[in-house]
């Protein structure tokens, strides 16, 4: 059949598109083809919508996009990337964004309740979250709690851990304290009151004896001000008077001394009582005008839905022409006059080629809006998909086919479904499409191995007519496929299944969700009644350059008998020797992916006999074959006392801004809008690990349209070295030293412009040898000069006085700080004087300011530095962020104008620095009781090119070894590695999480080695009150023992060591791991002057007063905690005191933001300066007693009243001598102890955190909850740092293997503990405390405790080596990723899955940890 005929007239053909935003129409004439709705969204001044990763993989610029599907006849709403979806195919749909919910006064329920139940941090993700949750309300105003955890699949959080978020999301599910929907017959109605809902904490009395679901009171919504402490809810109680949940002593609390209620539930009842009803009949309607345009039955006067075929007007545009076709016919003469025009669907793959290996597509055809790629058959064989259909519509009607022919029949749609829950995530699967997963040819296809398996057949049209290719055929190789350039691929048929027949699908990948497959199969064995196999398909990804069937194991398993022992050897040594992988194969782990093969086809095995009523050993396994603990909704509690004596101080106040933040009012630096004339920083990276630069042309550059200079280290007119060591260049000037380092700097008109441009600039290099690891550094001695020793005791007596001396190593990985909001600044030149301000996104703007003016040449003065708020820090902000912002004013000096910078996702990882990996090599001598005696260690750090804060870490980390415990005699050596990777740098916990860690991990080893549980040498070894460390500091305030027997009652510990114990004695292939962890981190800066800090108030005439101090907020609430010292200080209401932003003008010579002494710092600044206020006030309060303060203000002003006071505070008493081991090396101790459980599968190394208990002591606290938001988002962070973020090295270029969410996994939302619990310890001797109302510094000391799950997986990895009889000491780094659990085990399977040494000689894997 020919098509050819089927044409649309040029004059029926739209240059246009229609759309409506937040309710408005908006119609765009000839569009940027090149333009994404995100870029779109932010140039209309939309900025609540974030850029993130550019890759979609966070989700800070989710959006909701609704249109009418005309095949299911109903409105679709639909979470969407932003970043990923082009502007052009937004035609006939409506965006709604975060600014269409709500504004701060008057927030939709959705953003009320996460920012008043503190699920805003940093907040640059926050309105990714927002709409991810309204979107799913919108398509289901009563979601279950299961559900409401799954929207956020797509969404990356860095501050938070999660759990104030789900907390926040499930108030909207069919729970204790759900407000206003009730679903009915399945119908969802806003209900009338009859009864009060529940009082906000978990299992509330007042729901236990009626099943009727809660609704809310009736009356106006009322919106909590974040200003003000929760007050406890109207009347007091419930009816059920002193048995009210709020009245009863919570028998497991950890407050045994106190009466009172928890006051945390107490606090988060009193907030969700005050919560606004949600009543979905409000929300923005879908446009009818839309709907009849989707239908194409609008009138003649409105616009018409038809064709559209643009010309780009631009012609550096790298989309020349963009098609949409409405028609199949339309689409095949498209492609037959454009073969080389690529398909756009979902654009999540093309979206990722034009961002990340910047790809051009001159021709594309938009292929979503054609019905009959569209379509759903079924016939008596199987059911026919369209190859359009989105991957999320694919999840709804392979449930309905489930449903409606049985589990039988429906194997093979079973297992589709199976995978397809791990496809990317939701806002990826709501457009993506089974087109797109299937002709990529993909070699980690997550579709393919399943469509192969289960014999699927491929429907491709032309114009010449119809073909169908079985998929095994259509498949030819590397991204590789049978269709022609002018074929379209139609459908794909699936046959239903028969009796005897099993199919199941697999998939490993680093982390469960929103992640790329490792290793994804389709496994189909089909049996006769004799259990004879007669047909079987085992198809594989991930293990050669594409989809492929292993042919020699299904010959194998074909004619054998399903069950026996010998066949299923037969069939997994087939599969092992047909699936080799070479050493040194592209993205490495080829012994874990081969190792996968195997235990994928031996879980198959056991759950395929389980499924056929096969007895045999295996088939008992089947049970623990599954996914576990994956889907259990996660749960948490949070414990704190009340406060008593304070009106503000203490109180679980809201972040301040968190309002802003989630209706997308919150400003960031880029968020700032353009300037006239502004203009746009490209980075030239370095594409050697170490050369001279021996030349750098930038004259295609200089051509290129838009661009206006092209700056090198020959352009800087100050100083070109910078840092406190001066061994680093802000441009480098002969040599560059790692991969992806700034070489040169392009100014052009736009951002993509000076990209582009920074791309043709070309450089001449001489290569030079290059070191990368730690290892390799210490083979060839590549160190800097400075070395770090401390001697106490006799070690050599102790180690001779030892039962035993053991000798080992440890190691801990680099951490990436995927800081939300990526690096950036923008300079502007004042004119005259040499005057530049300079908006940064930065945690150390003294450090800015005085490197640019000495890049400069200017003084100091000239230079203004400020930031109202980041998008997260961590550390990596302080001095990595310092360069970035020079490169800004180095533009802005030689253009006169504003020059802004902004690093995509990728150059922030390659440029910026990471933390610090380290490795130990220790000899430790122990009793045969695990007492330590004496210890030696020799510590090593990756410091990168240059040494940034590198030699401080290393100190930190030197004086954490010792953790919590005892140690009689220690000879500590440090040095700090030199590699050409990137500068290593400040990142939370700074050296002292990997002094700990290294230590912990020789206590494990040790344990091991006596045969004894490593919690009892933990116990043995502990520091009791009034001890001394090896740096002769005496252990004031001590409380680790205590929360240590407190926790362990508290949560049981013994009992479930013994649960776990007997868990692992029953199961075979699922272990358990129970580990229990304290934690000792010294608050104070490391170098004596820092610890200072610096204030300003003014009190205005009108009674408001005005804060500025020296630190920046971040996400850590520090804004927040100095307007409540300063409310309290002052005696006034905390809605009196603003803080608009940190700025060098205001508070000069500022300490970086950082250590975790921001609040011990600025926070006494900002009370000495309120005091001072407060003693010039006293005479004017105490005439005017009674009077406003307003007018005590104005009549102090009319006195002549100085309104205005400095505040400076220093530490006391601080400062250590290293030659001496003399002095107070830290100011106090901030301390805690956690408990963690966790399962492992042992057959694919993934895991399920099951449970946390933590506790912390952090003295009185500025604001509890506040306090426990920083302990949740630290132990996530830590999780992270031990498990999941492997960051990676190309091992033959030293580039950055890891460049962004697709290949470097911080935890998710479902990764955190499904029984999340955090407590602060009270009733804390807090007298020898010298600190701002006896606080203590909570950033950075608990994210060490998020190592307990590394220690829990380590202890279910030795349950399994028991088990196996693996006697062989256990050594395992640090991150735990599943390869590293997974090959741990050391099974059958890992042994016939290594690779023999003669066959790795010569070659490294392609990826490295450094």
């Known amino acids: 059949m020919t098509m050819s005929s089927f044409t649309t007239p040029a004059a029926s053909r739209g240059s246009s598109i229609l759309f409506y935003l937040n309710g408005q129409r908006v119609v765009v004439d000839h569009p940027d083809l090149d333009m994404t709705l995100l870029q779109y969204l932010r140039s209309t001044r939309l900025t609540g919508t974030k850029l993130g990763c550019g890759e979609g993989g966070c989700g800070a610029c989710t959006v909701m996009v609704s249109r009418y599907d005309t095949d299911e006849s109903r409105i679709i709403h639909a979470s969407v990337i932003a970043c990923l979806c082009p502007l052009v195919t937004i035609d006939g749909k409506h965006v709604i964004t975060v600014e269409g919910l709500g504004t701060s006064a008057k927030p939709h329920p959705v953003q009320e309740r996460i920012a008043l139940l503190h699920g805003s941090q940093c907040g640059f993700c926050t309105p990714g979250f927002v709409m991810s949750l309204y979107t ?656 106490n005791g006799d070690v050599d007596t102790a180690l001779a006085a030892a039962d035993f001396v053991l000798e080992g190593e440890s190691y801990c990985g680099v951490q990436e700080h995927f800081y939300m909001e990526t690096m950036c600044a923008v300079a502007v030149p004042k004119g005259e004087d040499g005057e530049l301000e300079v908006i940064a996104s930065t945690q150390n703007l003294t450090e800015t300011q005085m490197t640019i003016a000495q890049v400069l040449g200017v003084p100091a003065s000239r230079v203004i530095c400020r930031v109202k708020r980041l998008g997260g820090g961590f550390g990596g902000k302080d001095l990595r962020s310092v360069p970035i912002s020079a490169f800004a004013a180095l533009g802005a000096h030689h253009t006169g104008r504003s020059v802004r910078i902004t690093l995509d996702r990728d150059e922030d990882m390659q440029t910026s620095g990471q933390r610090h990996p380290f490795l130990g090599k220790w000899t430790v001598g122990v009793t045969k009781e695990g007492r330590i005696l004496g210890l030696r260690a020799r510590i090593y750090s990756n410091g990168g090119f240059s040494r940034d804060m590198s030699i401080a870490v290393l100190e930190r980390a030197i004086t954490h070894f010792d953790n919590c415990y005892r140690m009689c005699a220690t000879d500590f050596l440090g040095r700090v590695c030199r590699t050409n990777t990137q500068s290593k740098t400040a990142f939370r916990g700074f050296g002292g999480c990997q002094g700990m860690f290294l230590s912990e991990s020789m206590l494990c080893e040790v344990a091991d080695r006596l045969g004894l549980r490593v919690e009892a040498v933990r116990e043995i070894n502990m520091y009791q009150p009034g001890d001394l460390t090896p740096f002769n500091q005496k252990l004031v305030g001590w409380n680790v023992p205590r929360m240590w027997t407190q926790l362990r009652a508290k949560a049981k510990y013994d009992e479930r060591r013994q649960a776990v114990d007997e868990f692992n004695r029953q199961s075979i292939h699922r272990k358990r791991g129970l580990a229990m962890l304290p934690t000792k981190f010294s608050i104070s800066f490391d170098i004596t002057f820092l610890n200072q800090g610096m204030a300003l108030v003014h009190v205005y005439m009108d009674g408001s007063v005005l804060v500025t101090h020296g630190g920046t907020e971040m996400g850590q609430g520090l804004h927040t905690k100095m307007a409540m010292v300063a409310a309290e200080t002052l005696e006034l209401p905390l809605e009196s005191i603003f803080i608009s932003e940190t700025a060098t003008n205001t508070t000069a010579n500022t300490s970086p933001t950082g250590a975790s002494v921001s609040s011990d710092l600025n926070g006494y600044a900002v009370y000495n300066a309120c005091k001072e206020l407060v003693d010039r006030l006293r005479p004017y309060r105490q005439r005017m007693a009674g009077e406003p303060f307003a007018k005590i203000a104005m009549a102090a002003y009319l006195d002549r009243c100085n309104l205005t006071a400095t505040g400076h505070y220093c530490t006391p008493d601080i400062g250590f001598d290293w030659d001496k081991n003399e002095g107070l090396l830290s100011f106090y101790h901030t301390q805690g102890v956690a408990i963690a459980e966790v399962e492992l599968d042992t057959l694919t190394g993934s895991h399920s955190t099951l449970r946390v208990d933590i506790i912390m002591d952090v003295g009185r606290s500025l604001n509890k909850a506040i306090d426990i938001g920083q302990i949740e988002g630290a132990f996530a962070q830590g999780q992270g740092w031990t498990t999941s973020e492997e960051f990676l090295h190309s091992s033959l270029t030293g580039q950055t293997f890891t460049t962004g969410p697709s290949s470097y996994k911080i935890p998710s939302a479902m990764d955190i503990p499904r029984d999340f619990r955090v407590e602060l310890l009270e009733d804390a001797d807090t007298s020898a405390l010298k600190t701002i109302f006896s606080s203590k510094g909570v950033g950075e000391p608990p994210l060490f405790l998020g190592a307990s799950v590394f220690f829990a997986l380590r202890d279910a990895v030795l349950a399994k080596r028991r088990q196996l009889g693996v006697t062989a000491p256990l050594h395992m780094e640090s991150p735990a990723t599943p390869e590293t659990l997974r090959m741990a085990c050391e099974d059958q399977l890992t042994l016939m899955a290594q690779i023999p040494q003669d066959l790795r000689e010569g070659k490294a894997p392609s990826v490295t940890r450094i």
């Not at 449930?399 to 589709?416: I, N, P």
């Not at 879980?603 to 009523?613: N, R, T």
């Open 136 to 791: 799913l309300l919108r398509n289901n105003p009563s979601p279950t709690e299961h559900e409401i955890e799954e929207c956020f699949d797509g969404n990356l959080c860095r501050c938070t851990g999660y759990r104030p978020i789900l907390d926040a999301a499930k108030t909207f599910a069919d729970i204790a304290w759900r407000q206003g929907t009730v679903a009915a017959d399945g119908s969802i109605y806003v209900s009338e009151p009859k009864a009060k809902g529940g009082c906000g904490i978990d299992g509330c009395c007042r729901l236990q004896t009626s099943p009727e679901a809660v609704v809310a009171d009736g009356g106006s919504a009322i919106v909590h001000d974040p200003t003000k402490a929760p007050t406890s809810i109207a009347n007091g109680d419930c009816d059920k008077g002193s048995g009210c949940c709020k009245m009863q002593k919570r028998h497991d609390s950890g407050l045994a001394e106190c009466k009172v209620v928890n006051q945390a539930e107490t606090d988060k009842a009193a907030v969700i009582a005050r919560f606004q009803r949600y009543d979905p009949t409000q929300e923005l309607i879908f446009p009818p005008f839309l709907i009849r345009y989707a239908k194409g039955a609008t009138n003649d006067s409105e616009p018409q839905l038809r064709p559209l075929d643009i010309t780009s007007t631009d012609a550096q545009s790298w989309c020349q022409r963009y098609i949409r076709p409405l028609t199949l016919s339309e689409l095949l003469v498209a492609l037959e006059k454009h073969p080389d025009a690529k398909l756009v669907a979902g654009n999540s793959r093309l979206g990722m080629q034009i961002k990340l290996k910047r790809s051009k597509f001159p021709t594309q055809i938009y292929v979503n809006d054609i019905p009959e790629l569209r379509q759903i058959s079924e016939t008596s064989d199987g059911v026919t998909f369209g190859a359009n259909i989105t991957l999320a519509r694919f999840e709804r009607v392979l449930d309905v086919f489930a449903a409606k022919h049985g589990a039988q029949r429906t194997q093979s749609l079973a297992a589709l479904r199976e995978n397809l829950r791990y496809i990317a995530n939701s806002q990826i699967r709501n457009v993506a499409t089974i087109a797109g997963n299937i002709v990529t040819a993909s070699p980690i296809s997550d579709l393919n191995p399943v469509f192969l398996a289960a014999g699927a057949t491929l429907t491709l049209a032309s114009t010449s007519g119809e073909r169908h290719v079985p998929i095994s055929e259509f498949i030819l190789g590397y991204q590789r496929t049978a269709m022609r350039p002018d074929e379209v691929l139609v459908s794909v048929s699936v046959p239903f299944n028969n009796e005897g027949e099993v199919v199941r699908a697999f998939k490993q990948a680093k982390r469960k969700i929103n992640d790329i497959a490792i290793v994804t199969c389709g496994l189909r064995v089909q049996v006769d009644e004799n259990r004879r196999v007669v047909d079987a398909a085992f198809a594989y990804g991930g293990v050669a350059p594409t989809t492929v069937l292993a042919h020699a194991a299904a010959r194998a398993a074909i004619g054998g008998t399903w069950g026996d022992r010998a066949a299923l050897d037969r069939v997994l040594g087939a599969c092992q020797q047909e699936l080799q992988l070479d050493y040194a194969v592209p993205g490495g782990m080829a012994e874990y992916r081969m190792a996968l093969t195997t235990s994928f086809l031996f879980k198959f095995w056991a759950i395929s006999c389980d499924a056929l009523g096969i007895t045999c050993a295996e088939s008992m396994l089947a049970h623990e074959l599954g996914d576990g603990d994956e889907h259990v909704v996660s749960k948490a509690r949070q414990e704190y006392a009340p406060v008593e004596d304070r009106v503000i101080v203490g109180k679980g106040v809201a972040h301040l801004a968190a309002l802003k933040q989630v209706t997308g009012e919150a400003r960031y630096v880029n968020d700032m809008p353009e300037l006239a004339g502004e203009l746009h920083v490209g980075l030239v990276l370095s594409t050697r690990v170490h050369a001279r630069i021996l030349g750098i042309d930038a004259e295609k550059a200089l051509a290129l349209p838009g661009v206006v200079q092209v700056l090198t280290a020959r352009d800087v007119p100050g100083e070109n070295h910078w840092n406190l060591f001066k061994d680093e260049e802000i441009l480098p000037s002969d040599t560059t030293h790692y991969h992806g380092q700034p070489l040169a700097l392009v100014l052009a008109t736009t951002r993509k412009i000076a990209q582009e441009a920074a791309r043709l600039v070309s450089v001449d290099y001489e290569d030079l040898p290059a070191v990368l690891s730690i290892r390799d550094a210490i083979s060839q001695s590549s160190f800097f000069s400075e070395t770090r020793q401390h001697i």
